[in-house]
């Protein structure tokens, strides 16, 4: 495969490289770089499924294209391990406000690879790509997690997939014992991002209230 790097904008060169660096000298927990020499506008990372959620255990290769605009325009974000998730398409598109409408030059890949990790935390049905993963969170959760972890084992934990992670150049940093997916995600993220974490957990949690009192009145 031929190099990209001498086609390229000298300063986007500069800005890539400065994020790589950036994230080698913090590495993000769960989350393992994997870096191209040949090809910088094509980032993947690792994620790995974080716990209490039907994607734990789960390895997940997650793929961010920098176009020559960055960092004025949002990198494309895409999942190239099949996933059963509201906010990811079938073809591994992912739908996230911050890589659209909320983008803002500031943000980094590092905002971005932590705000695709809270979204495996806490996904937002009121935006789906994925329909039917939707429907199935807000009416039928047990259904939900149920298809998530099966998509999870078949594709997320395949030996060829351990393969590819395992001989692949990359940044990692050690889960620490029992840590709440949640609180890590609020920790490691930007402001707006906790925020918008915080605000579809107050959802869920409204969803499921709203639910119980149904529930009573039948």
Known sequence: MVSNVENLNPQLMRILAKEVQNLKQDPIEGIHILLDDKDITSFEAIIEGPADTPYFGGRFRVKLSIGKDFPASPPLGFFLTKIFHPNVSSRGEICVNTLKKDWKSAL?????????????????????????????????????????????????KSSSHQ????????????????????????????????????????????????KKKTLKRL
């Open 163 to 210: 393969t590819k992670a395992s001989t692949s150049s990359a940044t990692s940093s050690t889960a620490s014992a029992g840590s709440n997916p949640a609180e890590s995600c609020s920790q490691d993220e930007a402001s707006a991002n906790k925020k918008a974490c915080n605000v579809s957990l107050k959802k869920k949690d409204k969803v499921a209230k709203d």
């Open 108 to 156: 980094g890949l590092k905002h971005v690879l932590l705000t695709i990790k809270c979204l495996l935390i806490v996904p937002n049905p009121e935006s789906a790509l994925n329909e039917e993963a939707g429907k199935l969170l807000l009416e039928r959760y047990d259904d939900y997690c149920a298809r998530a972890k099966l998509y999870t084992e078949i594709h997320a």
